[in-house]
């Protein structure tokens, strides 16, 4: 089967191609009865009997709503012209989209229709730089290719295994009740791709690992892993909340932000939420947001960017440290995404902070992974350290065929 996998933006399209394959009697919770959106599946669990075999081809389509590509229709005619070219004939089966936010509602890769549609554009006040584009880009597919399945598949469904207690804020009920301010999370895709991919080197039942999953790419997350299933995690109501990032400050006093309109009453709440996601985290302390630019001024003896890096470990290593009591001891600490898999000086500064639960890195193996899936601490160890590459379109292709096949037997 040929899946496109589809990450629509406001002004882009990024795609992949893959070729997936299926087993002869595969087995597939989320389908068993057409698609349960209120079941809480892990996504790994979803595509047993498919793996994706390679990509076909990838791109990337710029400029949307410029005078170049007027919308995402006219992005996605290009689009079929590329295919068309790229793929030598062959026909596109299903597609599959990355939407950052489900809400309440989804807890598993659906079907697309008109409902669901309906669905993603009224969740846009949660996720209003994403969830508009997504829309977007599936209403432009319906109309390129009218009579093609689509699937989407949630960031935020994931995490909602996570108990009240972890994702409710201490605020008024009706704040929760009437503008849904909660814990969502976000990277869920992410987070369960690398957990599946642990448990099966460590020959660990799913439902049997504990562990703690950090996504640290320009955005960067960690995740307590409880018995399989996400716990808690580091990311609220919005992408802003939990470690120091790129651009985005983490966590801070809230009494922050009211003193920041206070002293300047002419700020808008738009102009503070720019301050906050984009001019801050690494960029706000060293001036730079680029991890490895960051680093190599560190190497130089540059001390802001010291204290940058400083900061955001000690900031996830206190995260690592909490989430390894929420999951009654952690047995892994997987790092991933382009920080997480690339920065052996980084895990080293992380790791160096959490000596009390007795890690210890290999420098060898710390400074060169090998493979997907890398140990990289000791045998003394007291908790695996492991480097593994994150595939996102590859776990939405793989949910994709498995609902679109389930489909067609049905």
Known sequence: MLVLVVNCGSSSIKYQVREVTTADEPTNPYTSSMPAINENVPLARATEGVETDEIVTKGLIQNIG?????????????????????????????????????????????????EIIRAIERLAPLAPLHNPASALGLRAIQKTWPHMPQVCVFDTAFHRTMPEKAWRYAIPEEMYVMHGMRRYGFHGTSHDYVTGKACDVLGIPREQFNGIVAHLGNGASVTAIRNGESFDTSMGYTPLAGLIMGTRSGDLDPSVVTAMLDRNPTMTAKELDRILNKESGLQGISGDSDMRAVEQRAANGDEKAQLALDMAAYRLAKYIGGYHVAVGGAQALIFTAGIGENSPEFRTRVCNELGALGI????????????????????????????????EERAIAEATAALVRERVKK
Not at 94 to 109: D, L, M, N, T
Request: without cysteine; charged residues 25%; aromatic residues 2%.
């Open 66 to 114: 410029t005078s170049e590509i007027k919308d995402h229709t006219q992005a996605l005619e290009i689009l079929a012209e590329r295919l068309d070219e790229e793929l030598g004939g062959r026909t596109i089966d299903a597609a599959g989209h990355r939407v950052v936010h489900g809400g309440e509602r989804f807890s598993a890769p659906v079907l697309v229709n008109n």
């Open 360 to 391: 210890a890195l290999d420098p060898e193996l710390n400074a060169s992974p090998e493979g997907d899936v890398a140990r990289i601490s000791t045998s003394e160890s007291a908790i695996e350290v492991l480097v593994i590459s994150t595939d």
